[in-house]
């Protein structure tokens, strides 16, 4: 019976299958039937003790393990991207925004550490699930895995034996310690809430990047005959960024999809989950392998542009140099009171100028030609140089990339072999 069924393990009539399946309205009672006529001296024992969930759950719960090896190998090289583009440019002044208005400065390099950082956060939290996901294993109809006890004729010890065979063959270190018919639905939302957060990561970055292409700061790869738009020939429109962000609004979506499910299950199970969980699994982990594709190629063939950051930099950049400036006449014997007050109308003035007429930022000429700052004239181009106002932004994108980033990267050093360029052919 066993070496007949090892015989016929892959030699499938799915015609057969389809035909038993439209006549007892029942997926894996068809299989049954398949694989006992190919077999027919095992047909009597196939499926004894079992029940379907024992077929489904330990397939999907495989199928799962293996989605989330796929997506870790994706996001891998997701990291080892941003980690580039970090060290490039962590030197690289650039306007900082809070509320989407001109902040303080920051560095290029030490923006794409933010990103970085919640990629690196989501690769902790798929490892983990990777690790602890449990297979459902040997339990029966209800889980409490009486059709087993009656084989084995009430041995305990063999039961539980089987329960982790079973297991470790399909490459698990542990089963589910209880389960009802199925697995807690609980997993499912733990898997979905993984992919989430990677989709959250992606979408938090591409749309940074969106209104940085706005800004004319950095642009994504843009095809040589890529058409921007129909109608307007000039257009460079961030289709990649949006495209990401359009995936991962889907994929957290389904969050609240799996918490649904698992929070209508009844008792030991209900039958309400399966359609919907035929669509949620596997579409999240289709989506979140776009996702990363697409992000994998826009960080890698990201544009910066140096001369449109400083130009923006140095429009903000006199304003917060204004206190510098000030402190700076004070040590020379200046009155701060009077400083203080020169300084605010030749602000106002500045930005009239700039709001008004749309003119240049002449703050720094204004006090140039003011004697009340005498004391700093000399001096003045090297207190209002940007990287000067970026605080620790080079080191602290440096320092995190040494003691967060490369030990991931050497852990999954493998991962990143024969990385191949990603193309996206739409």
Aim: proline share 3%; charged share 25%.
């Amino acid at each position: 019976q066993i070496e007949q069924m090892k015989s016929k393990l892959y030699d499938i009539d799915f015609k057969y299958a389809a035909e038993q399946e439209k006549k007892l309205r029942h997926d894996v009672m068809s299989h049954i039937h398949t694989f006992g006529k190919a077999c027919p001296d095992a047909a009597p024992i196939i499926h004894l003790g079992a029940t379907s969930c024992f077929i489904t759950d330990n397939t999907e719960l495989t199928q799962i393990k293996e989605a989330l090896a796929l997506v870790k190998a994706k996001l891998v090289r997701v990291i080892d991207a941003l980690k580039d583009m970090a060290l490039k440019y962590k030197d690289m002044p650039t306007l900082g925004f809070t509320h989407y208005q001109p902040a303080q400065l920051t560095t290029v390099g030490k923006r794409a550490s933010l990103w970085l950082q919640d990629f690196v956060f989501d690769l902790k939290n798929l490892d983990r699930l990777i690790e602890e996901i449990p297979f459902r294993g040997v339990k029966g109809t209800t889980g409490t895995q009486a059709s087993y006890l009656a084989l084995f004729n009430g041995d305990h010890k063999k039961v539980k034996e089987l329960d982790g065979k079973v297991a470790k063959l399909m490459g698990f270190n542990k089963t589910i310690p209880v389960s009802g018919q199925t697995y807690t639905r609980k997993l499912d939302f733990m898997v979905t809430s993984v992919l989430s957060g990677i989709a959250q990561s992606a979408n938090k970055m591409a749309n940074d990047i969106r209104l940085l292409m706005n800004l004319r700061e950095v642009e994504e790869p843009f095809g040589k005959n890529q058409v921007g738009s129909s109608a307007m020939a000039y257009k460079r429109n961030p289709m990649r960024s949006e495209r990401v962000c359009s995936l991962a609004r889907y994929v957290i979506s389904l969050t609240a999809n799996t918490a649904h499910t698992h929070a209508t299950q009844w008792f030991e199970r209900t039958l309400d989950d399966s359609a919907n969980r035929r669509m949620v699994l596997p579409e999240s982990f289709l989506a979140v392998d776009s996702i990363l594709l697409i992000v994998t190629n826009v960080v890698s063939g990201i544009v910066v542009w140096p001369h449109v950051i400083r130009k923006r930099v140095m429009e903000a950049l006199p304003f917060m140099a204004t206190e510098n400036i000030l402190m700076a006449c004070v040590k020379e014997g200046g009155n701060r009171q009077d400083l203080h007050e020169a300084i605010r109308e030749h602000s106002m003035e500045a930005a009239k100028v700039m709001k008004e007429k749309g003119g240049e930022c002449d703050l720094l000429e204004r006090i140039a030609k003011d004697d009340s700052f005498k004391a700093v004239h000399a001096t003045l181009k090297d207190i209002v140089n940007p990287k000067l106002y970026v605080g620790r932004s080079p080191e602290q994108t440096a320092e995190f990339v040494e003691a967060e980033v490369m030990p991931v990267l050497k852990a999954n050093a493998a991962l990143l072999k024969d990385k191949k360029e990603v193309q996206l052919k739409v």
